[in-house]
T-cell receptor, first 112, second 113 residues
Framework: QQQVKQSPQSLIVQKGGISIINCAYENTAFDYFPWYQQFPGKGPALLIAIRPDVSEKKEGRFTISFNKSAKQFSLHIMDSQPGDSATYFCAASKTGGFKTIFGAGTRLFVKA | DAGVTQSPTHLIKTRGQQVTLRCSPKSGHDTVSWYQQALGQGPQFIFQYYEEEERQRGNFPDRFSGHQFPNYSSELNVNALLLGDSALYLC????????????FGPGTRLLVL
């Protein structure tokens, strides 16, 4: 019940295209869903996060879509650039700092 | 404003040894969480500290222990190292009123031979 399932494992997108990464969770007690971006040899960097009271949140080229009834959320990267090539992790947590549960990650490669 | 810092950056140990990793949180953050990230996997929660006490713990054995100091910095100790402890160890810090929003340091790469 603590799992966060992430797909796909890897993704290749043409420059200018849309990258879409999906996640599903089980524990309905989670109320905070962040996405992290990690480059090789670096720590994860917080990209964008959403709470269940909204269905969509957009920051620049990054958008989270959230479906509470399906217990699913996704990250859309619009106008994908080669500099976006990295590993992306979805995660789930609870307000107050319950341990954050991470997905297995998606390796994104954006072709120039 | 310095972000989360960790030391050392890399470490090589042999089986059975003990290791101590260090973390300094971002300014204004009082909470420190530790994660283990094996190659090709997502970070796994080890434990979380605030107010100098361990508040939550993941599924890690007692060989993993920690400490938080009055200045909010933290240490992760691992005893009796196993080959499987080889991983990137990440520290994340957060504000007291937003503990779920975590900012990660660059990590310490531990190799156990």
């Amino acid at each position: 019940q603590q799992q966060v399932k992430q797909s796909p494992q890897s993704l290749i997108v043409q420059k200018g295209g849309i990258s879409i990464i999906n996640c599903a969770y089980e524990n309905t007690a989670f109320d905070y869903f962040p996405w992290y971006q990690q480059f090789p040899g670096k720590g994860p960097a917080l990209l964008i996060a959403i709470r269940p009271d909204v269905s969509e949140k957009k920051e620049g080229r990054f958008t989270i879509s959230f479906n509470k009834s399906a217990k699913q959320f996704s990250l859309h990267i619009m106008d994908s650039q080669p500099g976006d090539s990295a590993t992306y992790f979805c995660a789930a947590s609870k307000t107050g700092g319950f341990k954050t549960i991470f997905g297995a990650g998606t390796r994104l490669f954006v072709k120039a | 404003d310095a972000g989360v810092t960790q030391s050392p950056t890399h470490l090589i140990k042999t089986r059975g040894q003990q290791v101590t990793l260090r973390c300094s949180p971002k300014s204004g953050h009082d909470t420190v969480s530790w994660y283990q990230q094996a190659l090709g996997q997502g970070p796994q929660f080890i434990f979380q500290y605030y107010e100098e006490e361990e508040r939550q713990r993941g599924n890690f054995p007692d060989r993993f222990s920690g400490h938080q100091f009055p200045n909010y910095s933290s240490e992760l100790n691992v005893n009796a190292l196993l080959l499987g402890d080889s991983a990137l160890y990440l520290c994340a810090s957060s504000y007291p009123d937003r503990r779920e929003t975590q900012y990660f340091g660059p990590g310490t790469r531990l190799l156990v031979l």
